[in-house]
């Protein structure tokens, strides 16, 4: 018996004293000496956090003695009281847009038409053939804020083709010799956009909407492989912003296969929620295969358009623009018809998500919503952009379960003329972040890249504190329709997971979900609000797989 005892006491020295090394479980990667702020859908308290992963997967957290216990890990980074957040999600993108921008001349922002012309002229010396192409400029910051016309881009470019679009996309400037070869040299009427005219009756270059599509469908299309590299080398632009999961928001079947193919061979690490285009022959494309879905491409979505742009004033109003009196912008979508694809595309099973920029493409949508759903549901059907709608219109969101998906640097960027397109009281209720939150309680957030900015640093600023990367307005733009810090980091988070029909994956840091985190130097709930911006990146993990460090 007395031997019993002294072995019972040996063996229970020996696990106090080597306890700490005692490890019953392995994981290829633990991180420790964190803080995490979780994103599980409790109030967000920012705690010391260890994490434990294995195939890709969170299979612990907690303490950092009983994480490091408790596991094995091939792998253990020391992140140094650095905070921890699930990786970033941008639930309204271009992201297909943004890496094929990359191949063209950036207009962005350019501040005067001279100076979109002289960098059209240094882009064309070292791309000599073919079509000159770019995109970013913004007549409304420019003085005077008006359209630019094709004349000296002619002189520039008699022979070249030239078409550049506007920030956008919903407008472009085109030169005589690609007006030449669309066969628009003369101005006509055309279905969902117009042709803007000189005086004498002539194409000033400027075309609005339909009439840019029109143009674009002669634009020869980059081939496969230049799509390829551009696709993989724009993720790493993402990757060290902390983005881990992207909706890109429009695109061809074909571009869909070719992010699933880039996928397979390991080449493209971002997470894709593909949304097709449903326009034809795509969608007719996108209806044959049916809603599909990978480890990392969801590829259930319809992405419609109803509306233009309001800086381009196509976006449909009840009441004519403020600052054009004869106009009310332009309905994409014959009702009939689009109620038949809806109808459709909910037997198939497929979510849908619209833009709709304008109250009256709204209320046109949400009706039409109301009328497919027949009551609160969970298809999660969208709503894209929502930056004008009435008042009135806000409880059609509610009783069909309509998701408002918003980009708050839209506020910030349209804030300097918004106000003239719309008129004293339109503007007040517009871009109204905090009232669409309250209609179901989430509001996913996104930067509509290369719309505007990439940076989800500057989508969390414009939606707390309502003001431009410079600071203005010290006051902030329409302050009482921000959103709290805790929503916007939600909206970036499992907010927008769930839009995506993407939660039980991605979104929070919990058990079983994927390991897709991004470390960052400062808790963006506490800090000083003018150093949000200032936030320091520090490493991005998919899956496991660190993507983005900075110190390399």
């Known amino acids: 018996m007395r031997y019993c005892f002294q072995l019972l006491g040996f063996c229970i020295l020996t696990i106090l004293h080597t306890g700490c090394n005692f490890k019953s479980n392995h994981a290829d990667l633990i991180l420790h000496n964190a803080v995490g702020l979780v994103c599980d859908g409790s109030p967000l308290n920012a705690s010391s956090i260890a994490i434990a992963i294995e195939n890709g ?55 005067s038409y001279d100076e979109v012309l ?140 070719r992010i699933d193919s880039l996928h397979r061979t390991g080449d493209l690490k971002i997470r894709i929620v593909a949304m097709a285009s449903g326009t034809y022959p795509n969608l007719d494309s996108a209806f044959a295969i049916g809603p599909h879905r990978t480890d990392r491409l969801i590829a259930q979505s319809i992405k419609f358009y109803m509306d233009g742009s309001l800086g381009s004033r196509g976006a449909a109003l009840l009441e004519p623009y403020s600052d054009r009196q004869t106009h009310s912008g332009f309905i994409f979508q014959d009702s009939a018809e689009f109620r038949t694809t809806l109808d459709l595309a909910n037997e198939l099973g497929f979510q849908v998500a619209t833009h709709c920029i304008g109250d009256s493409a709204v209320r046109n949508v949400l009706n039409l919503y109301n009328s497919v759903l027949g009551g609160q549901n969970d298809k999660r059907w969208r709503i894209e952009h929502a930056q004008v709608v009435s008042p009135s219109d806000l409880p059609l969101f509610t009783s069909a379960s309509v998701i408002p998906s918003v980009q708050p640097t839209h506020a910030t960027s349209d804030m300097y003329w918004a106000g003239k397109r719309l008129g004293r009281n339109r503007i007040r209720t517009a871009y109204a972040y905090r009232d669409l939150q309250d209609v179901l309680g989430l509001l996913p957030l996104g930067t509509d890249m290369p719309v ?101």
């Open 57 to 111: 997967k969170i299979v612990a957290t907690g303490p950092e003695r009983e994480i490091l216990n408790s596991f094995n890990a091939d792998v253990k980074i020391d992140l140094r009281q650095a905070v921890v957040y699930p990786g970033l999600i941008d639930a309204h993108a271009h992201f297909t847009g943004y890496a094929l921008s990359t191949l063209e001349v950036d207009l962005v922002g350019s501040e």
């Open 118 to 257: 002289s960098r059209l002229k240094t882009f064309s010396k070292s791309h000599t053939s073919g079509w000159l192409t770019g995109r970013g400029w913004d007549q409304n910051k420019w003085t005077p804020s008006t359209y630019p016309t094709l004349t000296l881009l002619d002189n520039l470019f008699p022979s070249r083709p030239v078409a550049i679009r506007r920030i956008d996309g919903h407008a472009l400037l085109a030169n005589s010799a690609a007006l030449r070869i669309a066969g628009m040299t003369e101005v006509r009427s055309i279905k969902g956009g117009e042709m803007i005219s000189f005086e004498d009756g002539s194409p000033s270059g400027v075309l609005i909407d339909g009439a840019a599509d029109s143009l674009l469908a002669f634009i020869p299309p980059h081939d496969g492989p230049t799509k390829d590299v551009a696709l993989i080398q724009a993720q790493h632009d993402l990757f060290a912003l902390g983005l881990t999961t992207v909706v890109d928001a429009g695109l061809d079947v074909a571009d869909i296969r």
């Open 452 to 552: 505007e900015d990439i940076d989800p640093r500057k989508t969390f600023y414009a939606a707390t504190i309502r003001k431009d990367s410079e600071g203005y307005p010290s006051e902030g733009y329409h302050i009482d329709q921000s959103i709290s810090r805790e929503s916007a980091l939600y909206g970036m988070t499992l907010w927008a997971a769930i839009a995506n029909f993407h939660e039980e994956e991605v979104g929070s840091i919990e058990v079983g979900k994927w390991a897709d985190l991004v470390v960052m130097d400062r808790n963006l709930l506490t800090t000083d609000p003018d150093q949000i911006l200032d936030t320091k990146i520090l490493r991005t993990f998919v899956a496991g797989v660190q993507t983005y460090d900075s110190s390399k």
